[in-house]
């Protein structure tokens, strides 16, 4: 049999919701199979349906377990969920991947629930590659709900950014630095933040750290979780961010962190630089370039995953982010950019593909490499040079 008519039978049966031939568009796609992309092609007209979730966070925050039990809402809100959880450790990673199915064994039984792992094989720090093409053939299988679970690592969080919908960024209390959230870079990301473990100490001050650094991205607009509650100030209190250009409303934020009395001058300082670059970052996506629109403010909240406490507001916050971004346009406007993006990403491989392989052939490619490394040539005239002989013939 040809791949084409493997990857037609296969599809007929994934349409019929066999979990077992899931399975194995799975594994064909992480094995690179010929077949992959024939049952791509084929599930694509399905895919674009599934409310896709990332959760990131530090190892050992309470991912799994509360994935786990997210999983477990939105089955009682009667949807069915597919889990993706990227290990990004290594691909002998047997052990974090019984782990998981251990912490996860309340709803493996669950029909309704698919859960696996993805090694991210030779991708240091990042998402596996096949993250997204997984991510397409649970969408086209008809799961409602699809989370994708990775360790952040400043990699993998720009990606699962590009992946998912919603993004929620997990934390837990007493990293011992309160501006943790700065340095570990996650602000811009976020679009629902969780502070798990709050059984533990220092919670609702790693809450309200993330709250002020949130204040200050949000340029003191009112957002449709929460509306500023800091009064206007009068007169410009001495801010070390004095000097950097602050998003409006910043000001009052940072006063209110400086007010927490633990942070250096230069904390502050730097947290104003970045807070203005997140804003920036954060504003098309949350709707804060322009006073007036709609826009989207992170809430901050608490959960105690292990017990199941909070859960139910975390995704009450999740469905209303994805009503946000139905109701502004933006799940529209994310389908366009995504596949404008998709059409270059693949042009761009297979035209650099196909280049490369003629002037393979040709033996000019092992030439010019020589020529390069040698210094006989720099490296700009010898891609023209390529380009110009085999590109496109
Ligand atoms: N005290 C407390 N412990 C928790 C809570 N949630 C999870 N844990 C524990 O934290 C440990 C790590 O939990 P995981 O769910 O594996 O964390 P993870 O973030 O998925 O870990 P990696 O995938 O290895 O990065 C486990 O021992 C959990 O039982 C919580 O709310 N409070
Ligand atoms: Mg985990």
Redesign the pocket.
Same mark, same amino acid.
């Given at each position: 049999m040809k791949p084409e008519d493997r990857a037609a039978e296969l599809f007929a049966r994934l349409r019929s919701g066999d979990r077992r031939a899931l399975a194995r568009a799975i594994t064909w796609i992480e094995n690179g199979a010929e077949e992959a992309t024939a049952l791509l092609r084929l599930v694509y007209p399905l895919t674009g349906r599934a409310h896709v979730v990332g959760i990131t966070? @530090? @190892?050992? !925050?309470? =991912?799994?377990?509360?994935?786990d039990r997210l999983a477990s809402e939105q089955r009682a809100r009667g949807r069915t969920v597919a889990i993706v959880?990227v /290990?990004p450790t290594s691909p002998f990673s047997g052990g !974090?991947i019984l782990? /998981?199915r251990i912490?996860m064994q309340r709803t493996l039984t669950d029909p309704g629930v698919f859960m696996r792992s993805l090694a991210a094989r030779g991708h240091l720090g990042g998402l596996s590659p096949a993250t997204g093409e997984v991510v397409s053939v649970l969408d086209a299988f008809g799961f409602d709900v699809i989370l994708v679970?990775t360790?952040g690592t400043g990699q993998s969080e720009v990606e699962i950014m590009a992946l998912a919908h919603t993004t929620c960024v997990?934390v837990v209390p007493g990293l011992g630095d309160e501006i943790q959230a700065i340095k570990a870079g996650i602000l811009e990301i976020g679009d629902v933040f969780v502070c798990? =473990? !709050? /059984?533990?100490d220092g919670a609702d001050r790693t809450v309200n750290e993330i709250e002020m650094m949130l204040d200050l991205g949000h340029m003191g607009q009112p957002g449709i979780n929460r509306w500023p509650a800091e009064p206007a100030e009068g007169g410009g209190a001495q801010s070390p961010a004095a000097g950097a250009a602050l998003p409006p409303g910043a000001d009052a934020a940072l006063r209110r962190l400086d007010r927490t009395g633990h942070h250096s001058a230069a904390d502050l300082a730097r947290a104003a630089g970045y807070m203005t670059r997140a804003a920036v970052h954060a504003a098309e996506r949350h709707g804060t370039a322009n006073p007036g629109d709609i826009s989207w403010r992170p809430p901050v909240l608490k959960?105690?995953? =292990? /017990?199941g406490?909070g859960v139910e507001a975390v995704v009450d916050r999740l469905d209303e982010h994805l009503t946000f971004l139905r109701e502004t346009g933006r799940w529209e406007a994310r389908r366009e950019k995504d596949a404008a993006l998709r059409l270059q990403e693949l042009v761009g491989q297979r035209a650099a593909r196909a280049t490369l392989d003629r002037a393979r052939a040709a033996g000019d490619l092992e030439l010019l490499v020589r020529q390069v490394a040698e210094r006989r040539l720099d490296p700009y005239t010898a891609a023209d040079e390529i380009l110009r002989n085999h590109w496109g013939r």
């Open positions: 966070g @530090p @190892p050992g !925050a309470g =991912k799994s377990t509360l994935v959880a /290990d !974090a782990g /998981d912490r679970e360790v997990v798990n =473990k !709050a /059984d533990r959960t105690v995953a =292990k /017990d406490q």
